[in-house]
């Protein structure tokens, strides 16, 4: 059974492209989780889905920043006209309801 | 002051050592995570617990409800235990209840 799986691991971007972050989660799971680490600082809640479902994106900044969990298809995280201050690395995790989180192994940002 | 505060930040031992890793938190929750970031930075899910103790190989890790308090032991430590730890909670309630709030982690070096 495969784990979360995410790609790209390393994306590099200019300042004011478009980046898209794309997470497949564990067979069988509906719940997908996106979480930000930027340098030197934990880990931060951005936005909870299910399926064709956002169900809490109360950590998702206001502008810029979007999600979705197609019925067919991996979630994608996108974020339009980065800017240096999007540098991070975004994990995602998935879950059964109510239980442990699996997380994939992340995609490292760079803003260049 | 964060809702979930570990200690110590940094924490250095020689192998074979027993450690203890803590962390306190000051909102209600329904499950408790323990986390290993490796250095490479990927995420692994060591326990979620709700009450009590769970072990698993050297791992120990307990929650006190009461006191809103858990540890992460390491007994024998090796090496190879190097990574940075996490603590996350897990609120309660419908929309918000699988997301995760994490501590800013603990960088744990064990040499040889």
């Known amino acids: 059974n495969a784990g979360v799986m995410q790609n790209p691991r390393h994306l590099v971007r200019r300042r004011g492209q478009e980046a898209r972050l794309r997470c497949s989660p564990m067979?069988?799971?509906?719940?997908v989780y996106w979480y930000r680490q930027l340098p030197e600082e934990g880990l931060k809640f951005m936005v909870y889905l299910q399926k064709e479902n956002i169900i809490d994106e109360s950590g998702m900044p206001k502008e810029r920043f979007s999600a979705e969990f197609p019925k067919e298809g991996p979630s994608i995280l996108r974020i339009q006209q980065v800017v240096r201050g999007d540098s991070a690395a975004y994990f995602c995790?998935?879950?059964?309801?109510?239980?442990?989180?699996?997380f994939g192994p992340g995609t490292r940002l760079t803003v260049t | 002051k964060n809702e979930v505060e570990q200690s110590p930040q940094n924490l250095t031992a020689q192998e074979g050592e027993f450690i203890t890793i803590n962390c306190s938190y000051s909102v209600g929750i329904s499950a408790l995570h323990w986390l290993q970031q490796h250095p490479g930075g990927g995420i692994v899910s060591l326990f979620m617990l709700s009450s009590g103790k769970k072990k698993h190989g050297r791992l120990i890790a307990t929650i006190n409800i009461q006191e809103k308090h858990s540890s992460l032991h390491i007994t024998a430590s090796h090496p190879r235990d190097s990574a940075v730890y996490i603590c996350a909670v897990r609120s309660p309630g419908e929309t918000s209840g699988s997301r995760l709030t994490f501590g800013e982690g603990t960088q744990l070096t064990v040499n040889p």
């Open positions: 995790a998935s879950s059964l309801v109510g239980v442990e989180q699996y």
């Open positions: 067979k069988g799971h509906s719940h």
